[in-house]
């Protein structure tokens, strides 16, 4: 096949050129178009919150209806074929992919921000806020945020292994209610660019908001100030990892680097445990889950409303955090599809439900077990510091508490290096196979095209973060979720009528 013919230029100009085109007015005017955009965003929240809430509450409930509906039982792909990974390594991958660096930032950092901004009623830095504030940190790796990620999946998966579809797109999962013209026409396209447009963002943004966890731990290892040669050098040393993973493929490379993570942040978490405030944690940890438990629908419901004044930090980061997850649900959606080959309907999404969910809260209850041990025996006034200081400082200041400080921090830029990878490999992946030519119910992406990616990605990430702009382009990948939230109950839909339509449930299952 011609190289030139190994994209699909036809959707992927377009939406780089976007991009650009978003990207470099933001940066030039940053401060301004900041105020421009959180106005926008703080309009959403006092008048939407809650849709935002309720569009968390109704995914959870469309997910438990289709697994364990008739349509729960659909195989994707040949009902006779063995699935391609073991159970632990599906949900390595998915862990890696759902949940990535982020939660070891905000697994170390969030409850910082809700004991110094708790909801109505609750004193900031109170024992209470505390407790508020890790709670909240798990709710965020909770059922919500992973049903927008997995609900597009049935209908991707479905046409990708079930019909047989070589184009792994979102357009092509709607043609089945809006027709072949629309499909093959103007409107497939402004779709399959909308959802090229949304990783980009959101990949170029991951790329910015991870190096700081890696800078600012060096930065306090080393004694050094963080500047842009260091960002530069993680940068690029991070780029050619996760273009090796995605260039080895889902077998050889992401596979691999996700498993391995999952025993390195497991012996991490045990070794905190152990060396650190493990009676501590673990009390504090059974509190957490306890408020959480307790408070669930409080947080997943509440707006606020007869609290005068601005939003808590609760309220306002619930719509950002769920908005901004609805622009990364495409990208979740398609790679669960593609590594779900063998596995019913039921399996892909509760396995999707349960297994980041849990390590996000064992996580969560170790970092932020740790953070809050730290501030209340006084050896570091976290919440100032925080407030007062690069947040991503605080990071390296926690671990130093820790026996072999030192160490602690080296293996804490490890694991999050790793992650971080596993997070960007397989977005440079499921990027290529979407904009590839080849029958992606047969084929991987091409490889030359899987560093093409990952190279744009990088050149965008690297300019923004030099002339700024990282933040406007965040606010609009949070701004872009509410056309995608949309076209996830289309796809839904879409991905109920197509089984329909060939009695699945039937003819698409395991017997015996």
């Not at 991958?93 to 809700?114: K, P």
């Not at 889902?250 to 691999?256: A, C, D, F, L």
């Not at 509440?302 to 005068?308: A, E, G, P």
């Not at 309907?345 to 439900?353: A, G, N, R, S």
Request: charged share 15%.
């Amino acid at each position: 096949m011609n190289r030139k013919r190994l994209i699909d230029l036809s959707i992927f100009i377009p939406s780089l050129l976007i991009i650009v085109a978003i990207s470099i007015p933001f940066a030039l005017y940053e401060s301004e178009s900041l105020e421009v955009l959180n106005s926008i965003f703080d309009y959403i929240v006092e008048v939407f919150s809650w849709g935002y809430l309720w569009y968390g509450i109704i995914l959870v409930i469309a997910g438990l209806y289709l697994s364990f509906s008739k349509y729960g039982q659909v195989v994707l792909g040949d009902p006779q074929e063995k699935p391609k990974f073991s159970l632990f390594e599906y949900a390595s991958i998915l862990v890696a992919m759902g949940v990535g660096s982020t939660i070891m930032r905000t697994g170390m950092l969030q409850w910082t921000s809700v004991a110094n901004d708790p909801p109505g009623g609750v004193e900031a830095g109170s024992p209470e806020a505390l407790l508020w504030g890790n709670a909240y940190s798990m709710f965020l790796w909770g059922f919500q945020v992973f049903a927008i990620f997995v609900l597009i999946a049935p209908a991707m998966g479905y046409i990708l292994h079930v019909r047989k579809r070589p184009m792994m797109r979102i357009s092509e999962a709607c043609r089945v209610l809006f027709g072949d013209k629309f499909t093959d026409g103007l409107g497939g396209k402004l779709l399959d660019v909308l959802f090229l447009i949304s990783i980009l963002a959101g990949a170029a943004v991951t790329l910015g908001l991870g190096a700081p966890i890696i800078t600012h731990n060096l930065s306090s290892l080393l004694n050094i100030e963080v500047n842009f040669g260091m960002t530069l050098i993680v940068t690029i040393i991070w780029v050619f990892l996760f273009s090796l993973s995605a260039y080895l493929g889902i077998e050889k490379g992401i596979k691999r680097l996700s498993t391995l993570n999952m025993y390195l942040a497991g012996l991490f978490a045990l070794f905190i445990v152990v060396a650190g405030p493990g009676v501590f944690i673990l009390n504090y940890f059974s509190d957490s889950v306890s408020f959480l438990l307790s408070n669930y629908m409080n947080i997943s419901l509440n707006t606020d409303s007869v609290h005068q004044g601005e939003a808590s930090h609760i309220q306002s980061n619930t719509v950002f955090w769920f908005a901004y997850s609805a622009t990364w649900a495409m990208l979740h959606s398609v790679f669960a599809a593609k590594i779900s080959r063998g596995r019913t309907i039921k399996e892909m999404i509760l396995t999707y439900f349960l297994a980041p969910t849990l390590i996000s809260w064992i996580a969560t209850g170790v970092l932020g077990g740790l953070g809050v041990h730290s501030y209340l025996t006084g050896d570091r006034n976290i919440l100032q510091f925080v407030q007062n200081e690069e947040r991503m400082a605080a990071i390296p200041q926690i671990l130093s508490t820790l026996p072999f400080g030192e160490v602690a921090i080296v293996v804490f830029m490890v694991v999050a290096l790793i992650f971080l990878t596993t997070t960007l490999d397989s977005t440079t992946y499921t990027v290529a196979a979407y904009t590839s030519t080849r029958d992606m119910s047969k084929f991987e992406p091409p490889k030359l095209l899987r560093i093409v990616i990952a190279t744009i990605i990088t050149g965008v990430a690297l300019v923004l973060m030099r002339i700024g702009g990282l933040a406007p382009l965040e606010v609009i990948s949070g701004l872009m979720g509410l056309p995608i939230i949309f076209l996830q109950f289309i796809l839904i839909y879409a991905a109920k009528k197509m089984m329909d339509e060939d009695k699945a449930w039937k003819t698409n299952v395991r017997h015996g």
